[in-house]
């Protein structure tokens, strides 16, 4: 079991930066894919972002690519998404999710472990 508890969430105006962070506890994540997942009112969840935690390999959803940068620390057990230059259409509910995986993956399916969810809501 991984549990995944998300912090960092909250309302900034457009243009402004938040940091969410992701800490991570019940196994080593050397396995692992983390991915950032967001989902908005009456949308679908997407995948955001994601990080193989052994070799750092990354994906970015073309909407947040040179905006949003995932980043993970081993001693901390802990991966964060730093979110830059935000617009009102990034807001949406933010998810950590972990998979055991030696790929990356995007689809929510794929992953076996969710935090709570932490909310972004960007002003206009």
């Known amino acids: 079991q991984v549990q995944l508890v998300e912090s960092g969430g909250g309302l900034v105006q457009a243009g402004g930066s938040l940091r969410l962070s992701c800490a991570a506890s019940g196994r080593t994540l050397s396995s692992y894919v983390m991915g950032w997942f967001r989902q908005a009112p009456g949308k679908e969840r997407e995948c955001v972002a994601a990080?193989?935690?052994?070799?750092?390999?990354?994906y970015y959803a073309d909407s947040v690519k040179g905006r949003f940068t995932i980043s993970r620390d081993n001693a901390k057990n802990t991966v964060y998404l730093q979110m830059n230059s935000l617009k009102p259409e990034d807001t949406a509910a933010y998810y950590c999710a972990a998979a055991r995986s030696l790929v990356l993956l995007t689809s929510q399916g794929a992953y076996d472990y969710w935090g709570q969810g932490t909310q972004v809501t960007v002003s206009s």
């Open positions: 990080i193989r935690w052994s070799v750092g390999n990354i």
